[in-house]
């Protein structure tokens, strides 16, 4: 077995993570139609949890297709409120929407990381995160969107946690690194159990 993994992501902050943990990887990003298999998934009534597992796994396994004998970590972060997935906002005034709808209740953030290798599964894990959001007035969560629509148009729910968004919420209940979109600690654990760092 390898002691580098392909990360199949380009998601900048799992691979600051990985590179501030001080893990050897490199980013082989992942070429799959997400919107297809999430609306596939939703219309056979799959659950959020199972959603992001399944598009982690789908990642995953299309990269070790190519790279059979490197460890591959496939990655995904899924939104649920109230029942309903949000994804990332298409423009402003959905990711205004997104803000305006979550205001002063809870959702939950689910981030799913799988390993393959030899075109099989070797690990996974769901973390998660329950977060209630204050109740912002429009004026902020319109100034919001318009300075950090950049950064937040590549984000479920429209907000960065790590960014301004910090100063959207009230309560955190979870692990930060699943807020970021990956269970660090747990795949830490395995990686230094399986001799892929030391510990």
């Known amino acids: 077995m390898s002691?580098?993994?392909?990360?199949?992501?380009?998601?900048?902050?799992?691979?600051?993570?990985l590179?501030?943990?001080?893990?050897?990887?490199?980013v082989e990003v992942a070429r799959v139609d997400e919107d297809a298999i999430k609306t596939a998934l939703e219309a056979d009534g799959a659950s959020p949890r199972d959603i992001a597992d399944t598009l982690a796994e789908a990642k995953a396994r299309k990269v070790s297709g190519k790279f059979p004998e490197e460890m591959v970590l496939g990655c995904d972060q899924v939104l649920d409120f109230e029942g309903t997935l949000l994804s990332k906002p298409k423009d402003k005034n959905q990711a205004l929407?997104?803000?305006k709808a979550m205001r002063g209740k809870r959702h939950m953030l689910l981030s799913a990381a799988v390993i393959y290798c030899d075109a099989k599964p070797l690990w996974r894990h769901v973390g998660q995160v329950r977060l209630v959001m204050r109740m912002a007035s429009d004026a902020y969560l319109e100034s919001y969107v318009e300075r950090n629509w950049e950064s937040i148009r590549h984000a479920v729910g429209a907000y960065k946690l790590e960014e301004e968004g910090v100063r959207l919420f009230t309560t955190i209940d979870g692990?930060?690194?699943?807020?970021?979109?990956?269970?660090?600690?747990?795949?830490?654990?395995?990686?230094?159990?399986?001799?892929?760092?030391?510990?």
């Open 3 to 17: 002691t580098h993994i392909l990360l199949a992501s380009g998601s900048e902050i799992r691979a600051k993570l």
């Open 175 to 199: 692990s930060y690194f699943n807020v970021l979109g990956l269970p660090m600690l747990e795949l830490m654990n395995y990686l230094g159990l399986q001799g892929i760092i030391e510990q």
């Open 19 to 26: 590179r501030q943990a001080g893990v050897d990887f490199r």
């Open 97 to 99: 929407q997104q803000l």
